[in-house]
């Protein structure tokens, strides 16, 4: 906020809910306005995975022996609790391993499911569909005149089946994740205007959706990946909508393992889920993606004249989160 040129009166909070952090602030800000605490808001999330620093614990004696124990936290800050059951402390990617073993999911699948997913990142960029949704970044050079970063950098183009099937599982020696139908290693940043309706009557805005709720739900930690279900079914059953009566579904893509049985345990279909690609081809800096797929689905209703749209997403260790948004 202190290096956006807002007024230094204007509050600001960070949320931390892992992957669901951007999605989170949206929620928040949505709640704040029913509550009457303000209405106007922006909500959103950054996430610089090529940054994320290493960090370590401090010596429970002093003058310690022995090298100290460090973990790199990009993705989260990786000392479990001693106290949790040994499956809850297993790493992301194994999770994925747990959730593909769960539902039969076959490497094949997973694979077809990555493949089409840049695919349709492919087309959708050929086609320009992302430009009104990206904010083009001008880096300065040592030499010579700036870089402008205006496209993703993470698709990658003719990627097929056949070229990811000779990738080797990350995870485990005879699993099925690879790098290839996992989501990135990526740097990212989004941001909403979230307003009430009467705020945006007398500002004169023209609102683009409007967020008609959302919920979250816990999982077992092993089993984060399957969390958009349960979170979806609440947030469904809080507001009194049908699966069918969705029109356009943004799922964030963690891994293949898991996007393929939310799908198939929430009855979607794939030819309505991420229709631009999701976050194997776009990436996922974590504490981005929840705004990201925000933004990219109000576009895409907008795009395609839908009523309804939905936006979900895993959590790691062990929560779904999940946004309704409507177009009158």
């Known amino acids: 906020l202190l290096r956006a ?47 994320s620093p290493f960090v370590m614990l401090k010596p429970e004696v002093g003058y310690a022996r022995g090298h100290p124990k460090t973990a790199d936290t990009v993705l989260g800050w990786r000392f479990p609790n001693p106290a949790f059951a040994p499956e809850w402390t297993i790493g992301l990617g194994e999770t994925a391993e747990v959730i593909a073993e769960e539902f039969g999911v076959s490497r094949e699948a997973q694979d077809a499911f990555a493949a089409e997913s840049q695919q349709r990142a492919e087309r959708a960029m050929d086609a320009g569909v992302f430009v009104d949704e990206l904010v083009p970044v001008s880096v300065p050079q040592r030499k010579g005149d700036p870089i402008l970063v205006d496209t993703d950098e993470h698709p990658r183009a003719d990627t097929t089946a056949e070229a990811l099937a000779r990738l080797r599982p990350v995870f485990r020696e005879n699993g099925s994740v690879t790098a290839g139908n996992s989501s990135g290693i990526n740097d990212g940043a989004a941001a909403l205007l979230i307003v009430s309706a009467e705020r945006g009557k007398e500002l004169n805005l023209e609102p683009m959706a409007r967020i008609a709720g959302g919920a979250v739900a816990g999982v077992e930690p092993h089993r984060m990946g399957i969390g958009p279900v349960p979170a979806t079914r609440k947030a469904l059953a809080r507001h009194g909508w049908l699966i069918d009566d ?6 964030n893509e963690a891994f293949a393992a898991q ?21 194997i ?46 177009i009158a």
């Open 246 to 251: 969705i029109d356009i579904v943004e799922l």
């Open 5 to 51: 040129g807002l007024p230094v009166e204007v509050p600001g909070q960070t949320v931390n809910r892992l992957c669901g952090s951007g999605m989170q602030a949206l929620l928040s800000c949505f709640h704040a306005i029913q509550a009457g605490e303000g209405d106007v808001f922006i909500a959103g999330g950054v996430e610089s995975m090529s940054r």
């Open 259 to 279: 996007s393929i049985p939310c799908i198939n345990e929430l009855g979607l279909d794939p030819e309505r889920v991420n229709v631009n690609g999701g976050a």
């Open 281 to 326: 081809a776009l990436g996922h800096p974590v504490g981005c993606s929840g705004a990201r797929i925000v933004v990219t689905l109000v576009h895409q209703m907008k795009r395609q004249e839908a009523s309804r749209g939905m936006a979900s997403m895993c959590i790691g260790v062990g929560q779904g989160i999940t946004s309704l948004l409507e």
